[in-house]
């Protein structure tokens, strides 16, 4: 086995270490994710353990929560959920649409229940909302959907900006999927989208230096777990810093100092999850639950960094915001 396995493995066991369980064996969660476990928790975690503690589950008490990690690194998800396998969990819930698809691949026969995992037709891990099928099911959102309305209010926000830089982590097939789909929005309003994939967390460095050298006038971030959600202050940070008006699908790149932002409210998504686990421990089969999607969306404003970037925001858009950060 590699070292940069073994450490892995090794640091998912730190991290998770195996619970004295009583006599009569209490369920085990397998919690399977790409970043790296935070603590404390972040408020999406942090929502889903809450959600469960609703439902009467207390960690280390009636439920044995095993966390596994791949640090960032796409290729260990299946080993890591290989193992979740072996530490024979009653169900693994994943974050994110790679995770997901790397429980999907590992087993059929263990429930999934994933959190946001973008479109989960679209990638293809189940067959459709209503029938999820198999051993597959979840909350989630297709963040793609809402990108056209991202467009329209970064015209709003900004009615002069005429070239766009679109920045995306390449490997995350819901961010191709919602590039794709806000390029061709911003095209359709005489905008030139300006494309900026990464491969690899090392090409952020490049990619942020093209953006600065290339002047554009807004910068749309993807939704997606991975590169961008790790460095989502960096990327914040930079665009403050060069006066450029950021947009994306999620509210903590607004908090994080982007101008706006037009997404459901992703704690509560991890949080719904805690039904499902609820649901399948007390028997009712994944394929029996319909995934879930929000029914409501938010749309946040930086004013602070508004007045940064020197860029007044319309009264009418003002009113529309559901939140507002001063």
Avoid at 223 to 252: K, M, Q, T
Wanted: glycine share 8%; aromatic share 6%; charged share 20%.
């Amino acid at each position: 086995m590699k070292r940069r396995e073994l450490l892995i493995l090794g640091a998912g066991a730190v991290l998770a270490p195996r619970l004295a369980l009583a006599q009569s064996r209490v369920p085990r969660i397998g919690f399977l994710l790409l970043q790296p476990l935070s603590e404390p928790p972040t408020r999406e975690r942090q929502a889903f353990l809450d959600g469960l503690r609703d439902y009467g589950y207390v960690p280390g008490k009636n439920i044995e929560l095993l966390y596994r990690s791949a640090e960032n690194e796409p290729e260990f998800l299946e080993p890591q959920c290989q193992e979740l396998v072996r530490q024979k969990v009653d169900l693994i819930a994943t974050t994110g649409p790679g995770s997901t698809i790397a429980a999907r691949n590992t087993t059929r026969t263990i429930p999934i229940v994933f959190l946001a995992a973008g479109d989960p037709v679209g990638i293809g891990i189940v067959a459709s909302l209503a029938r999820p099928g198999g051993n597959v099911t979840g909350v989630s959102f297709s963040s793609s959907e809402l990108a056209g309305k991202r467009i329209e209010l970064l015209r709003e926000a900004v009615p002069a900006a005429k070239r766009i830089a679109f920045l995306w982590d390449e490997r995350n097939r819901n961010a191709q999927i919602e590039a794709q789909a806000a390029m061709a929005a911003a095209r359709r309003t005489g905008m030139v989208p300006e494309p900026i994939p990464l491969a690899t967390h090392a090409d952020l460095t490049a990619a942020l230096q093209r953006i600065s050298a290339r002047k554009p006038d807004a910068l749309y971030v993807m939704f997606a777990a991975g590169i961008v959600v790790d460095n989502r202050s960096a990327i914040a940070e930079f665009a403050l810093r060069h006066r450029l008006p950021l947009i994306s699908g999620w509210g903590f790149m607004t908090d994080a100092g982007g101008l706006l932002s037009y997404a459901p409210d992703i704690p509560s998504i991890f949080r719904r999850g805690a039904y499902y686990v609820d649901r399948i421990l007390k028997g009712t089969k994944a394929s029996e639950l319909p995934v879930e999607l929000p029914t409501t969306v938010e749309l946040a404003l930086n004013l602070k960094t508004a007045k940064a970037i020197g860029l007044t925001i319309p009264p009418s858009l003002l009113l529309r915001a559901d939140r507002v950060i001063e």
